[in-house]
């Protein structure tokens, strides 16, 4: 580390011009080339993607996405020949625009698609592509054609994955309240706009960079739409956060040195840099340990994460000691009438005396009360929230109230059966299988098969009575797959799949949950290992996996009593929903990383004057009192930036935003504040007993200088 900081500061002004020149230069890039989203749900082995494989290689004009344009007659009937001179003409028009394989008009014969009331009727837009493939441009094309069959007498909304796939939602004004959150944040902190500038330049650049070299990286790796964002949001957090660990330290550096600039900023890197390297390592192990998983809807957002945490904590080693070389002094002076360090010191000094005093009961208390909040994840119901739960603004939520105020909720997520019939045309087979269908509780209709050119495929649209997001769809799925379909292809000979988009959903969610006890143990796993051999402490990685899983649970808990159960959800404007499946595996590595930087910083703090006094008490008084202030701090820089995304409309957004925000301000202020200080006080001397043939055969990887250990105290001593 001391090597990377002396020729950071030795070439300076190269490595402030090499670092406009690439953040400015990849983002100019990045923009001229443009962003490629995909959202790929491909599952192996599961019969929703067998579904799709049969009907792509045998019934490809069925294996697209299948949207909706849905219209409303404000006045009169859409069976008026006036309104049906309006819509006819634009659905051949539709027709004919590229990607889309067929549209289905609401008067075409047995299509079913007007109301019974005359007023609601929809046409059914058939993509020659999976939604997650079709470009944004021929998605556009669509709804810009379809928007100019609007007038004062007709109602036109689209839904449907395409359509909501190519509503791209903004986040520039989350994260400009994000940004503004945390700059009073700091200005509070250093009570000076240079210091406080600092920390927020160098995560731009960071960031800057990040974002343009994810932007190129998605021509090469398919990126979910939201992996921007999310890296956008982690890395504005972490960047903050790890420039504060680095200024706070160069400051309180300076001063005791008498204002040498350069030892300074050589002690803070040689301390504080090395906890950040060491915190951002473990943010992208947890946030690459997704790839274990095994689901690729996963691999680009993990991915486009990382980018953004490995290019902010570059700029932090980087570009900021670089920086510090430049306005050292005037950072480093004390403000007019500020405080010493002892006197801002003190209420830390006071608090950890208060939980060093009663530490069983502060282990308790502060354990029950995480153990409160994770009870709702309990819970947790996976799933996929439907477009009811868009912002009302949008055309997909307008689109899925008129589907459910005319026809049930029930239509705005079909199921898509997609059968291979035991010979070429028969029909007595599939005449058969969608009787029994008609017949099965659940299904409100079921429409007309179609089949392929061969006559050995069809694609049959099956319409639920209750919407895609419901627990009782979920059920129908699985009775259907498990209890009515079996016994129908045994007798007809039929081999037959559950797809579309809501068995998809059904699927990733089943998926995902199998495969969370595993990623979990990985995760923690590979933290443990990595705090083993860097605090030579058996209590330390134990502590750790069992705390950060402890905060998890509780922003689990907190996320569900909010979003499923409705708790409070009015304040940020969301409707009562499943929790969408990725998102406890997202949260869990982001948050697992995330807290691993507290974690790190405390600790080595902490171990620094265990090595330096050899009092286990002293430590835990000193290392709090030291570092309580700017975690406190840079918690709140975190928690501001993230619970700024819940004031966004995209939900996906704001679950992260809640979640990450519940999960950091947890870890600051109850346990690295409470539960974990009165944990190291229990334990006392125990918490850095390690066996002496382990630490001969683990490798050693420091992240505070070396220094000699005191001699041992005795304990009443």
Do not use: C
């Given at each position: 580390?001391?090597?990377l ?34 959202n ?6 599961t ?17 697209g ?41 609401p ?6 698609a ?10 059914t ?14 998605i ?75 932007g ?46 350069q ?16 915190a951002?390592a473990t ?11 095994g689901?690729s ?34 950072i ?6 500020s ?6 010191a ?77 010979s ?104 443990a290992?990595?705090l ?11 502590q ?40 406890p ?29 050899g ?56 346990i ?7 944990v190291?006080e229990?334990?006392g ?33």
């Amino acid at each position: 580390m001391l090597k990377l900081t002396r020729w950071a500061i030795a070439h300076r002004r190269i490595v402030v011009v090499s670092w406009i020149v690439l953040a400015v230069g990849v983002l100019a890039v990045s923009q001229a080339v443009g962003k490629r989203n995909a959202n790929n749900f491909s599952l192996p082995n599961t019969d929703s993607q067998r579904a799709a494989d049969l009907l792509q290689g045998r019934f490809p004009t069925q294996a697209g996405d299948a949207d909706q344009i849905v219209f409303r007659a404000r006045t009169g009937k859409l069976t008026d020949a006036s309104t049906r001179a309006a819509i006819a003409p634009v659905l051949v028009r539709i027709a004919r625009l590229p990607h889309v394989a067929g549209v289905v008009s609401p008067y075409a014969a047995g299509a079913k698609a007007v109301s019974k009331s005359g007023t609601i009727g929809f046409a059914t837009v058939e993509f020659d592509q999976r939604a997650n493939e079709l470009p944004k441009a021929a998605i556009d094309r669509v709804i810009n054609t379809a928007e100019t069959m609007r007038s004062p007498t007709l109602q036109v909304e689209l839904g449907g994955q395409a359509i909501k796939q190519a509503q791209q939602t903004s986040i520039g004004f989350a994260t400009g309240v994000g940004l503004i959150a945390a700059i009073v944040v700091l200005l509070l902190s250093f009570g000076s706009l240079l210091a406080m500038g600092l920390p927020i330049v160098t995560a731009l650049f960071g960031l800057g960079a990040g974002l343009g070299v994810i932007g190129l990286g998605s021509h090469l790796v398919d990126m979910v739409d939201f992996s921007s964002e999310l890296a956008l949001m982690i890395g504005l957090g972490v960047g903050i956060d790890y420039a504060l660990f680095i200024v706070t330290r160069y400051r309180d550096a300076y001063r005791q040195n008498g204002g040498d600039v350069q030892a300074a900023l050589e002690l803070a890197m040689n301390t504080a840099g090395r906890a950040i390297l060491f915190a951002g390592a473990t943010v992208v192990i947890a946030l690459l340990g997704m790839f274990a998983l095994g689901v690729s809807f996963l691999y680009g957002a993990a991915i486009a994460a990382s980018l953004g945490v490995l290019l902010v904590l570059a700029a932090s080693l980087t570009l900021l000691p670089a920086l510090l070389m430049f306005t050292g002094k005037r950072i480093g002076r004390a403000r007019r009438g500020s405080r010493p360090r002892e006197a801002r010191a003190g209420f830390w000094l006071r608090w950890v005396g208060l939980i060093q005093r009663r530490p069983a009961w502060a282990a308790l208390g502060s354990t029950v009360l995480l153990l409160a909040l994770a009870s709702p994840a309990l819970g947790l119901r996976l799933g996929t929230s439907d477009s009811g739960n868009d912002p009302t603004k949008q055309t997909t939520r307008h689109a899925y109230d008129l589907l459910a105020a005319g026809f049930g909720s029930g239509f705005n997520g079909p199921l898509q059966l997609a059968v291979r019939l035991a010979s070429a045309g028969d029909t007595v087979g599939l005449t058969r299988l969608t009787t029994a269908l008609r017949h099965t509780p659940g299904i409100a209709s079921v429409a007309t098969p179609r089949l392929n050119s061969a006559r050995d495929t069809a694609a049959i649209a099956v319409y639920p009575t209750t919407s895609p997001q419901s627990a009782q769809t979920t059920s129908l799925v699985k009775h259907l797959r498990k209890d009515v379909l079996p016994p129908l292809a045994k007798a007809t000979g039929a081999t037959v799949y559950v797809g579309g988009a809501t068995a998809t959903q059904v699927d990733f969610a089943h998926v995902l949950s199998g495969k969370l006890p595993l990623f979990i143990g990985m995760v923690v796993l590979l933290s443990a290992l990595l705090l083993l051999i860097v605090f030579r402490s058996l209590l330390i990685p134990l502590q750790a996996a069992l705390m950060n899983l402890l905060s998890i649970a509780a922003a689990l808990g907190v996320v569900q009593a909010i979003f499923e159960r409705g708790w409070l959800a009015s304040l940020i404007g969301v409707q009562p929903g499943p929790i969408d499946a990725f998102i406890p595996v997202m949260v869990f590595a982001i948050v697992f990383g995330l807290s691993m930087d507290y974690e790190g910083f405390l600790v080595s703090r902490i171990h620094e004057e265990w090595q330096h006094r050899g009092d286990a008490s002293t430590a835990v008084r000193e290392g709090l009192a030291n570092t309580g202030r700017v975690i406190t701090a840079a918690a709140a820089v975190m928690v501001a930036v993230f619970a700024s995304f819940a004031a966004g409309d995209d939900r996906i957004l704001k679950l992260f935003g809640i979640a990450m925000a519940t999960a950091v301000f947890l870890d600051a202020i109850v346990i690295r504040s409470i539960l974990m200080p009165a944990v190291l006080e229990l334990f006392g001397r125990w918490t850095w007993a390690f066996p002496s043939w382990a630490d001969r055969r683990l490798p050693r990887l420091a992240i505070e200088p070396v220094v000699q250990p005191a001699p041992a105290m005795d304990e009443a001593a």
